[in-house]
């Protein structure tokens, strides 16, 4: 029999409730997108590790490719989701100012992007214009040193390896629907009023901080 690994990953804990993001985000999306949309991912990357032990035990590797592709596929369902309830906060929005403590993200973006205005525009338009389902995203880029945006398809695909996801805005249908309708842009410039700056700025402080390690000579 197979020693299958104990479910390593679980659905973590709301930093908030359910109405703290009102009126950009109603609380039944939050639950819903937390409690079953999230919690499905968690329990698809786990099934799929356990999948992929018994194909170890069993030598078995016909589905490798389909479990291969499950398992990324919910894990970073998983780590987006993860990062995004932190990303948010009821009295979040505005831009990142010196004087509240985020000037070295402030600094980046502008040297990145040439304005905070043309970083905004880049990550709505990646965010809104994602086709289907999919993600706007702020990463840091450790070979360059440098943020980029990223337009995540699913929640893998298209994205530079090695790049650290920092601010996250989820285009999936369920993240906006029922409130918004079919209206994502709307949704997408609506969430530039709960980003919480001070948790992007940890998020770029530690992925700095750890870019050494991908860069190393052997």
């Given at each position: 029999?197979?020693?299958?690994?104990?479910?390593?990953y679980?659905?973590?804990?709301?930093?908030?409730?359910?109405?703290?993001?009102?009126?950009?985000i109603?609380?039944?999306?939050?639950?819903?997108?937390?409690?079953?949309?999230?919690?499905?991912?968690v329990?698809?990357?786990?099934?799929?590790?356990e999948?992929?032990?018994?194909?170890?035990?069993?030598?078995?590797?016909?589905?490798?490719?389909?479990?291969?592709?499950?398992?990324?596929?919910?894990?970073?369902?998983?780590?987006?989701?993860?990062?995004?309830?932190h990303?948010?906060?009821?009295?979040?929005?505005?831009?990142?100012?010196?004087?509240?403590?985020?000037?070295?993200?402030?600094?980046?973006?502008?040297?990145?992007?040439?304005?905070?205005?043309?970083?905004?525009?880049?990550?709505?338009?990646?965010?809104?214009?994602?086709?289907?389902?999919?993600?706007?995203?702020?990463?840091?880029?450790?070979?360059?040193?440098r943020?980029?945006?990223?337009?995540i398809?699913?929640?893998?695909?298209?994205?530079g390896?090695?790049?650290?996801?920092?601010?996250?805005?989820?285009?999936?249908e369920?993240?906006?629907?029922?409130q918004?309708?079919?209206?994502?842009?709307?949704?997408?410039?609506?969430?530039?009023?709960?980003?919480?700056?001070?948790?992007?700025?940890?998020?770029?402080?530690?992925?700095?901080?750890?870019?050494?390690?991908?860069?190393?000579a052997?």
């Open positions: 029999m197979a020693t299958l690994p104990e479910h390593p679980t659905l973590p804990e709301l930093p908030y409730d359910y109405a703290a993001l009102e009126p950009v109603n609380p039944q999306i939050i639950e819903l997108h937390h409690d079953k949309h999230h919690a499905a991912y329990k698809g990357a786990n099934d799929a590790l999948q992929l032990a018994e194909a170890r035990d069993k030598d078995a590797w016909g589905a490798v490719n389909g479990l291969e592709k499950n398992l990324a596929f919910h894990l970073s369902g998983h780590i987006l989701h993860s990062i995004y309830w990303n948010m906060t009821g009295d979040g929005g505005g831009e990142p100012l010196a004087e509240d403590g985020v000037g070295e993200l402030a600094d980046a973006i502008a040297a990145s992007f040439g304005s905070f205005a043309g970083f905004r525009a880049q990550l709505t338009k990646a965010a809104a214009t994602t086709q289907g389902s999919g993600w706007g995203v702020l990463a840091y880029e450790p070979v360059s040193a943020l980029i945006v990223e337009q398809y699913d929640h893998q695909g298209n994205v390896q090695g790049s650290v996801p920092i601010l996250v805005f989820d285009a999936w369920h993240a906006f629907y029922l918004y309708k079919n209206q994502k842009v709307d949704f997408i410039e609506a969430m530039w009023q709960v980003v919480n700056w001070q948790d992007v700025a940890k998020r770029y402080a530690s992925a700095r901080e750890r870019a050494h390690s991908l860069l190393l052997p």
